[in-house]
């Protein structure tokens, strides 16, 4: 007979040298995004004309008969963030299948991608790639930047394996936003279609844009959603809601 023998001790792995896998999914379910959020757009980072559409995005956005006021404002400088995010995301050898862009009704800029990656593997890896610190808040783990380092975002790690790139400082109050923590109290009054809702339901493009608020238009304080795509050569602005 062969000798009876105790379990195997395992070894624990080193994690800080281990990599989240490259091929991402995309973001998934759109129906936590925030009612309130002013603008939201959805990138297709595997479409190959999303760099010349965010370039066409920014510029129509401020020549375009008819584009909202907030359109202007929160969309101008969208092919320079664009660049300067996918080139951090590449530092970190991250490659999101889809990249999400709110703002809050501040004009908060908030940059969400869905990595499938063991947590604390993560961490290490965006400590690495970023020079950011995490540590775990009674509301979640949060990473903040080395301001040595001058990474410009607090890092929050949401449910799904949503990660979220906010501006430095405002990683707590942001993600109250996020969470659906932030807004006032739903009374029962009558909701229209919230922002997640119209862009889910828009027919694909290499970039989905919903704008909601008031000002979307001079002189206008529509209530509901206006919608844009942008392909390399054109956008196309939906007609008003009725």
């Known amino acids: 007979m062969s000798e ?31 009612a309130d959020a002013r603008v939201v757009a959805l990138f297709d980072l595997g479409d190959p004309g999303v760099d ?12 375009t008969p008819g584009m909202p006021v907030v359109a202007a404002l929160g969309l101008g400088f969208v092919a320079t963030q664009l660049h300067i995010l996918r080139r951090q995301l590449a530092d970190a050898a991250l490659t999101p299948r889809e990249l999400l862009l709110l703002h809050d009704p501040a004009g908060a800029v908030v940059w969400i991608v869905r990595v499938r990656c063991d947590l604390a593997v993560l961490q290490n890896t965006l400590a690495r790639a970023w020079g950011v610190t995490s540590r775990t808040t009674a509301a979640g783990p949060l990473a903040e930047p080395d ?22 400082g405002a990683g707590g109050k942001l993600r109250r936003w996020l969470e659906g923590q932030a807004g006032p109290p ?9 922002p997640g809702q119209a862009l889910a339901r828009l ?20 209530s509901a959603p ?13 007609a008003a809601p009725p």
């Open 186 to 194: 739903d009374l029962g009054e009558r909701r229209g279609e919230t």
């Open 203 to 222: 027919d694909p493009a290499p970039i989905r844009v919903v704008l909601a608020g008031r000002g979307l238009l001079a002189g206008d304080a529509a």
């Open 52 to 63: 010349d559409a965010a370039a066409e995005l920014a510029r129509a956005s401020a020549t």
């Open 147 to 168: 301001p040595a380092r001058g990474f410009p975002h607090d890092l929050v790690f949401l449910g799904d394996d949503r990660l979220a790139l906010v501006p430095a």
């Open 226 to 238: 206006r919608t844009v795509r942008a392909w390399p050569d054109r956008v196309a602005l939906d």
């Open 4 to 34: 009876t023998t105790g379990p195997i001790a395992q070894v624990p792995e080193d994690m800080s040298k281990q990599t989240c896998p490259q091929v991402q999914d995309p973001i998934g379910d759109l129906e936590w995004i925030p």
